[in-house]
């Protein structure tokens, strides 16, 4: 993992949900696929890489927003996996960095995007979860843009509400916890905790909503960003383990 390249996506990484309609070079979506490639075989996860194909957002809880996207990464894998969600995030996350690299924007969608009328197929045993929309993103924020990342931005918690014990960590903790701070959430919610205790850092979900768990892989690899180093073990309240 490139850290310092992750690092500097995510400082620019925000939330885009208006595009320019612009095509991506072949080039670079044939990187994207390659990418996509390489972490399911990592993971296990069977996510899907859709170019195109618009009618997932036609739908009117998608309010006329993610027009112009250049497609999106449909995140996929088995029902009976208990660490499914997390390993979405986390991988899903490392391709929204990748792209961000790329000068690509991106949001992560749920609950706006309709799955029924997606081209990504799940297998009888694998579902369907969540969706990354990506491409040229509209430099010019639409007031409805505007309007969302105002109200987004007043319902994260705080650090000291995710790391109460972060004074007394060590610096790699510390960098980690600032890096996690940027992470994307549902609601911007950052519904999860980091604990560093006997030399021990652990993380867990807070609250019991629908994908906390996706979120939860999102913040664990934010965290190994910002650390420099070492990996999470999968699973809530699981510990970090290469950086001591």
Same mark, same amino acid.
């Given at each position: 993992? #490139?850290? %310092?390249?992750?690092?500097?996506?995510?400082? /620019?990484?925000?939330?885009?949900?208006? !595009?320019? =309609?612009?095509?991506?070079? %072949? $080039? #670079?979506?044939?990187?994207?696929?390659?990418?996509?490639?390489?972490?399911?075989?990592? +993971?296990?996860?069977?996510?899907?890489?859709?170019? =195109? #194909?618009?009618?997932? !957002?036609?739908?009117?809880? $998608?309010?006329? /927003?993610?027009?112009?996207?250049? =497609?999106?990464?449909?995140?996929?894998?088995?029902?009976? #996996?208990?660490?499914?969600? %997390?390993?979405?995030?986390? !991988?899903?996350?490392?391709?929204?960095?990748?792209?961000?690299?790329?000068?690509?924007?991106?949001?992560?969608?749920?609950? +706006?995007?309709?799955?029924?009328?997606?081209? $990504?197929?799940?297998?009888?045993?694998?579902? &369907?979860?969540?969706?990354?929309?990506? =491409?040229?993103?509209?430099?010019?924020?639409?007031?409805?843009?505007?309007?969302?990342?105002?109200? /987004?931005?007043?319902?994260?918690?705080?650090?000291?509400?995710?790391?109460?014990?972060?004074? &007394?960590?060590?610096?790699?903790?510390?960098?980690?916890?600032?890096?996690?701070?940027?992470?994307?959430?549902?609601?911007?919610?950052?519904? !999860? @905790?980091?604990? &560093?205790?006997?030399?021990?850092?652990? $993380?867990?979900?807070?609250?019991?909503?629908?994908?906390?768990?996706?979120?939860?892989?999102?913040?664990?690899?934010? &965290?190994?960003?910002?650390?420099?180093?070492?990996?999470?073990?999968?699973?809530?309240?699981?510990?970090? @383990?290469?950086? /001591?």
């Amino acid at each position: 993992m #490139d850290y %310092e390249k992750y690092r500097q996506a995510i400082n /620019l990484r925000m939330s885009c949900r208006k !595009f320019t =309609g612009s095509p991506i070079a %072949e $080039a #670079d979506l044939d990187k994207l696929r390659a990418l996509v490639c390489a972490y399911n075989e990592e +993971s296990g996860l069977s996510m899907q890489l859709i170019i =195109g #194909d618009p009618a997932p !957002f036609d739908a009117k809880q $998608a309010m006329g /927003l993610f027009q112009g996207s250049a =497609g999106y990464l449909a995140l996929i894998g088995k029902t009976n #996996d208990p660490n499914r969600m %997390e390993k979405e995030g986390y !991988f899903g996350e490392r391709f929204v960095l990748e792209a961000t690299s790329m000068g690509l924007g991106t949001c992560w969608v749920a609950s +706006s995007f309709d799955k029924d009328k997606s081209k $990504a197929a799940a297998r009888d045993d694998e579902t &369907f979860d969540i969706a990354i929309v990506f =491409g040229k993103g509209e430099q010019k924020l639409s007031i409805r843009e505007k309007v969302i990342r105002t109200y /987004l931005g007043t319902n994260h918690r705080t650090q000291e509400d995710i790391a109460p014990d972060a004074q &007394f960590a060590p610096d790699w903790f510390k960098n980690g916890i600032e890096a996690v701070m940027k992470a994307p959430s549902t609601k911007n919610t950052k519904p !999860f @905790s980091f604990c &560093f205790e006997n030399g021990t850092a652990t $993380a867990k979900t807070v609250g019991n909503h629908e994908r906390v768990k996706v979120d939860l892989g999102i913040a664990k690899l934010h &965290f190994e960003v910002g650390a420099g180093g070492g990996r999470w073990e999968l699973g809530d309240g699981a510990t970090y @383990s290469g950086k /001591l």
